[in-house]
């Protein structure tokens, strides 16, 4: 394990990497079940991440040394609990910021937070929440962004995507690492302000499919509908031939 820092919103930001572990959400949950003292803004970077996860329990396919696989902890008190899809916006609209400077092209949030270029998934959120009461203690985020990695299981590969695939070089990981940190201290600190409804709109601007005829799978069901909107509370509406319904994350999926 090696323990450093670089400077920023969160004071000195700790970067802690490990060689090698099952999942970095797992092991900062683990770290704050013990009381260790940990900062805001405290990062768990692993160089091989063997049991990531993403969205319910969707796994994360990693090459060790090849990829950006680390997790965040935040503690937005400012926010109440029943506000938690702002903070996924948040992050989202970083991720998609930083790729769509570094990249030089488009890129789109597939509700509600897979990042996408084209049709492909070049990575991934998974948030989970700490609340005391109904206080909202803090959040571990877990990022994945595929990145010197090229070589894909073949089910797969159609739909993965990484850095590399559109700069044509590796990229050095320790780099990548701090400038994104930087847009996610940007949309961070502008969520605190109350900027929420610009960055809604600006996540919606980048919202994949929408206003598309897609198919989507519901109940069990493939059924084709159109992505109308998101709701505040982070709530995906689908028109379905004149039907329209809101879904949560685990009521709905797409189709890909």
Known sequence: ???????????????????????????????????????????????????????????????????????????????????????TVAISLAIARWLEQLLSVGVKIKWPNDIYVGDRKIGGVLIENILKGKAWKSAIVGIGINVNQTDFPAAIRRRITSIKDYLREDSDIGELLTALCRSIEREYLALKQGQTEAQLASYKQRLYRLGERHPFLVSGVKVDGILLDITETGRLQIDFGGHVADFDIKEVAFVI
Do not use: C
């Open 1 to 87: 394990m090696q323990s450093n820092t670089f400077s920023g919103l969160f004071e000195g930001q700790n970067v802690i990497t490990l060689q090698q572990v099952d999942s970095t959400n797992e092991y900062l949950k683990k770290e704050l079940s013990k009381s260790r003292p940990l900062t805001e803004g405290t990062v768990i970077l692993a160089v091989h991440q063997f049991a990531g996860r993403g969205q319910q329990g969707a796994t994360w396919f990693s090459e060790p040394g090849r990829n950006l696989t680390f997790s965040l902890l935040l503690m937005p008190t400012f926010l109440n609990p029943k506000h938690q899809f702002r903070l």
